[in-house]
């Protein structure tokens, strides 16, 4: 019997501490995920304040007794947010402006072909099959780099067949330009690419830059139903 008890204490011990070691986990990741908001929102905050919101707002503090009127709160939050979307905005339009200037001085060197400022192919290796068409499907294999060589995605190994539909807008427009089957650099303006979305590595409102193999197209295949 005080094996049994000793091993039940081990047993509540142990699944204690295990609970415990979850919460931090968990504790911590909340935290990361509100901070990561936080810093995406361009919001500065003081850290002690915060953390007084957060407890008075678990323990259902309310009315008289929060160091701030509710109306005093909302118009705070209003005057942060407008000052971080105007922050934002000239930041996405700086970075925009660093892109067109970079494109436009890389689109200048003579083994770059322009399908338009923002999308622009060094052709590697020439293909013989046909360019891609909207009823084509393509196998594609790439390496998705930024503008300053960083690796941040790495397809490279194996080809995957897309349909033109599914491809980022980049891809069509150039895949529809040049014969497949070869070899290329694509690179791709954010506003043909991923806009503001972060890809990885890839910070939003980033040029693209895709090393691609491809095959030569096939006819989709349609299927008719027979009556």
């Given at each position: 019997?005080?094996?049994?008890?000793?091993?039940?204490?081990?047993?509540?011990?142990?699944?204690?501490?295990?609970?415990?070691?979850?919460?931090?986990?968990?504790?911590?990741?909340?935290?990361?995920?509100?901070?990561?908001?936080?810093?995406?929102?361009?919001?500065?905050?003081?850290?002690?304040?915060?953390?007084?919101?957060?407890?008075?707002?678990?323990?259902?503090?309310?009315?008289?007794?929060?160091?701030?009127?509710?109306?005093?709160?909302?118009?705070?939050?209003?005057?942060?947010?407008?000052?971080?979307?105007?922050?934002?905005?000239?930041?996405?339009?700086?970075?925009?402006?660093?892109?067109?200037?970079?494109?436009?001085?890389?689109?200048?060197?003579?083994?770059?072909?322009?399908?338009?400022?923002?999308?622009?192919?060094?052709?590697?290796?020439?293909?013989?099959?046909?360019?891609?068409?909207?009823?084509?499907?393509?196998?594609?294999?790439?390496?998705?780099?930024?503008?300053?060589?960083?690796?941040?995605?790495?397809?490279?190994?194996?080809?995957?067949?897309?349909?033109?539909?599914?491809?980022?807008?980049?891809?069509?427009?150039?895949?529809?330009?040049?014969?497949?089957?070869?070899?290329?650099?694509?690179?791709?303006?954010?506003?043909?690419?991923?806009?503001?979305?972060?890809?990885?590595?890839?910070?939003?409102?980033?040029?693209?830059?895709?090393?691609?193999?491809t095959q030569p197209t096939k006819k989709r295949e349609v299927k008719t139903?027979?009556?």
């Amino acid at each position: 019997v005080p094996f049994l008890y000793s091993g039940c204490s081990w047993f509540k011990g142990n699944h204690a501490h295990e609970q415990s070691v979850l919460q931090d986990q968990q504790n911590y990741a909340l935290g990361i995920l509100v901070g990561r908001d936080l810093a995406q929102r361009n919001l500065e905050f003081n850290e002690s304040d915060f953390l007084r919101g957060v407890r008075d707002g678990r323990q259902g503090v309310a009315g008289k007794n929060l160091r701030y009127d509710e109306k005093t709160m909302h118009d705070a939050l209003v005057t942060s947010y407008r000052s971080s979307m105007v922050k934002h905005n000239a930041e996405v339009q700086t970075k925009l402006q660093k892109n067109r200037e970079w494109l436009e001085a890389n689109g200048a060197r003579a083994d770059i072909k322009k399908i338009q400022n923002n999308i622009q192919i060094q052709v590697v290796r020439a293909g013989k099959g046909m360019p891609l068409g909207m009823a084509d499907t393509i196998g594609v294999a790439y390496r998705l780099k930024s503008m300053d060589g960083k690796l941040v995605e790495d397809q490279s190994t194996k080809f995957k067949t897309y349909r033109a539909e599914e491809m980022p807008t980049c891809w069509a427009r150039a895949l529809s330009q040049i014969p497949s089957g070869g070899s290329l650099v694509l690179y791709c303006g954010p506003e043909v690419a991923y806009g503001g979305i972060q890809m990885a590595d890839l910070e939003p409102f980033s040029i693209a830059v895709f090393e691609m193999d491809t095959q030569p197209t096939k006819k989709r295949e349609v299927k008719t139903i027979k009556k």
